[in-house]
């Protein structure tokens, strides 16, 4: 540590290892009993940091370190000596920790997933991805025989007619439809074993992003008829739906109003009643093994391969059937009171699972933190290779998290593919299975 004169104002700095500490005047001091106690706290705020900083590196260097060097050019990420204390945050919530999983104990990817694909939280992401790890090993999906109608939703009963057949003696792998939870019958298609996986999503963005995909919004405006600019806004809008019921009987709300808890099963008439949407909670709970939180997508993506022992390769994404949302009604506190209110179920459930996902992720262990940084890492440098239309293949060195792998652009041709071509793909593919014909679309 050094003490140097700064300017010629008197003002003196404070210095450790060339950086600055902090800077104090002298002749505003009142006394040096004051400067040598505010001498005393920044010594020990230094020395804390770095000893933090010295048993974080210490910690990890029990495995071999690894580091990302990017080629732009080659399109090579090298990962030979990663280190990213960045990477070691503390989360608000206050869990309690467990042992990390260890990496070592993954022998055998999980191929038997049921994914429940949520209404706009990220799953048309989410079944990209399903879908390319069931192309890449030609395993059975759970898909429609028509596009007819919604050709991905199956609803809350399963009805074997309308799904694609699969050959004698095997079993679906992979189901990533829209689906309405239910229990027994699922049971009819999906194995007993299989992993049961779904996402969750904020509940006054996803009342948002599904209020301008479903047209709610639009349907208002068709019924309240405005006369000026402030009256087409959402804010009046919804303002004057809730002060205006009666006006807006048909409107139409069912994919606005508490649909992540519709979708895993709870019923319109129990939407307001405490113990059945705590009994649909609990069912959730017992049932599913990972429930994924939206807002933290890359962190919910490297939980689950790590349940499934997949690899980084399988879950590199771009953001499928995402859209843009310029409407705010956030600052606006009677409508986001009205909102937990109206929308209560869907806060409920939202609450519990991302408690429960956190204590999730912190049983990880520090190092999950770790690879989540360093696969944010890899999807931009995927991302920016996929829209280079001048590179051929991107190469991914081996890495304490991952096996080296190669992409190439047909590759990049199923990470962007859109939902609808992608399950048409897929469609086609296991009906030459069965040797069947799908009526034509």
């Not at 000893?51 to 090298?78: K, M, W, Y």
Request: glycine content about 4%.
């Amino acid at each position: 540590m050094v003490w140097a004169d700064h300017g010629g104002e008197g003002l003196q700095q404070v210095m450790l290892d060339g950086e600055q500490l902090g800077v104090y005047a002298p002749t505003m001091m009142p006394n040096r009993r004051m400067t040598r106690d505010c001498l005393t706290i920044v010594v020990c705020v230094s020395v804390a940091y770095w000893c933090v900083h010295l048993f974080f590196q210490t910690t990890l260097s029990c495995t071999p370190q690894r580091s990302r060097i990017f080629d732009s050019e080659a399109g090579n990420i090298d990962v030979s000596s990663y280190q990213d204390s960045g990477a070691i945050t503390q989360h608000k919530h206050s869990m309690s920790l467990s042992t990390s999983r260890p990496l070592q104990e993954c022998f055998k990817e999980v191929k038997h997933v049921m994914f429940l694909k949520m209404h706009k939280a990220g799953s048309s992401t989410m079944q990209n991805i399903f879908l390319r790890f069931a192309l890449a090993r030609d395993l059975n999906v759970v898909l429609l025989n028509s596009f007819k109608g919604s050709f991905h939703i199956i609803g809350r009963n399963v009805v074997k007619d309308r799904i694609i057949p699969i050959p004698k003696n095997q079993s679906y792998n992979i189901l990533c439809n829209h689906i309405v939870y239910n229990r027994n019958e699922l049971t009819k298609i999906m194995p007993g074993y299989a992993m049961n996986i779904t996402i969750v999503r904020e509940p006054t963005t996803h009342f948002l992003s599904s209020s301008l995909y479903f047209g709610f919004f639009n349907n208002l405006k068709r019924i309240a008829k405005p006369n000026n600019d402030w009256e087409k806004t959402e804010e009046f809008l919804i303002l004057d739906y809730i002060k205006n019921p009666g006006k807006y009987k048909n409107v139409g709300t069912m994919l606005v109003h508490n649909l992540q808890s519709l979708d895993l099963g709870l019923n319109a008439p129990d939407f307001f009643n405490r113990k059945k949407i705590d009994d649909i909670i609990k069912i959730v709970d017992e049932d599913f093994q990972l429930v994924m939180v939206m807002e933290y997508f890359d962190e919910s993506l490297i939980l689950m391969i790590r349940y499934l022992c997949w690899d980084l390769k399988d879950v590199i994404y771009v953001p499928n059937n995402a859209g843009k949302s310029q409407v705010n009604i956030t600052e606006n506190p009677y409508i986001v009171s009205w909102l937990h209110q109206w929308n209560r179920a869907d806060y409920m459930l939202y609450a519990h699972f991302q408690k429960k996902f956190w204590r999730h992720v912190h049983a990880e262990g520090v190092e999950f933190f770790l690879e989540v940084q360093y696969f944010k890492i890899i999807v931009q440098n995927v991302w920016n290779f996929c829209l280079n239309v001048n590179r051929k293949e991107i190469q991914i060195e081996e890495s304490r998290w991952n096996k080296a792998f190669r992409l190439n652009k047909y590759d990049c041709q199923y990470i962007l593919l859109d939902e609808r071509s992608f399950v048409k793909i897929m469609m086609d593919k296991a009906a030459r299975k069965v040797n069947i014909t799908l009526p034509n679309v």
